[in-house]
């Protein structure tokens, strides 16, 4: 059972172009995570937000959680090749400690 | 500093049989996630090792287990294989907080292929 839901599911875009990805549940979180996975390897941590309303940008990358803790969503501007892949969220709930990760969202940007 | 290392990274089983995959976690990690993940999928949790026992299970049946040694590193064992076992099995490795956000460190997978 997968807590998080992400949209879109597939994304192709355009060098240059900007692309919003989101991450929702009806949970609420105490943390969420943004990670980047590449064929062939595992996921790699882009990002943690652990306060409601948060906003943490790395580069050309925005991340925000949402007021209410259960959602959050990554905006990336103006894509390039390298940023295509696979890009998870995952969230701790409140009791507990392990994470639950999102449907996925594949992104790939055309040269 | 190193990182988790998995093995074997792919290999093939008929229906019926048994398999183990193994980890070794990060320097300075003690608590060892194992995730199964379908193509183009999310990872699910199956299991969490911290101090040698299991701390936490995902909805997977008995025939998934695994264990922990006291050098951190980690096995998976499944059971009884059937086909939609097939998938990319990853093993993660964190240092145990009892609050805050953990950090895993991921390694490339074992992918398993049932016929």
């Known amino acids: 059972t997968q807590l998080l839901e992400q949209s879109p599911q597939f994304l192709s875009i355009q060098e240059g172009e900007n692309l919003t990805v989101y991450c929702n549940s009806s949970?609420?979180?105490?943390?969420l995570q943004w990670y980047r996975q590449e064929p062939g390897e595992g996921p790699v941590l882009l990002v943690t937000?652990?306060?409601?309303?948060e906003v943490k940008k790395l580069k050309r990358l925005t991340f925000q959680f949402g007021d209410a803790r259960k959602d959050s969503s990554l905006h990336i501007t103006a894509a390039q090749p390298g940023d295509t892949g696979l890009y998870l969220c995952?969230?701790?709930?409140?009791?507990?400690?392990?994470?639950?990760f999102g449907t996925g969202t594949s992104l790939t940007v055309i040269p | 500093e190193t990182g988790v290392t998995q093995s074997p990274t792919h290999l093939i089983k008929t229906r019926g049989q048994q398999v183990t995959l193994r980890c070794s976690s990060q320097?300075?990690?003690?608590?060892v996630s194992w995730y199964q993940q379908a193509l183009g999928q999310g990872p699910q949790f199956i299991f969490q090792?911290?101090?040698?026992?299991?701390?936490g299970r995902g909805n997977f049946p008995p025939r998934f287990s695994g264990l922990q040694f006291p050098n951190y590193s980690s096995e998976l064992n499944v059971n009884a294989l059937e086909l939609d076992d097939s998938a990319l099995y990853l093993c993660?490795?964190?240092?145990?907080?009892?609050?805050?956000?953990?950090?895993?460190?991921f390694g490339a997978g074992s992918r398993l292929t049932v016929l």
């Open positions: 937000v652990v306060t409601g309303g």
């Open positions: 320097s300075g990690h003690n608590t």
């Open positions: 949970s609420v979180f105490s943390s």
């Open positions: 993660a490795s964190s240092l145990y907080r009892v609050s805050g956000a953990n950090v895993l460190t």
């Open positions: 090792y911290y101090r040698e026992e299991e701390n």
């Open positions: 995952a969230g701790v709930p409140n009791t507990g400690n392990q994470f639950y």
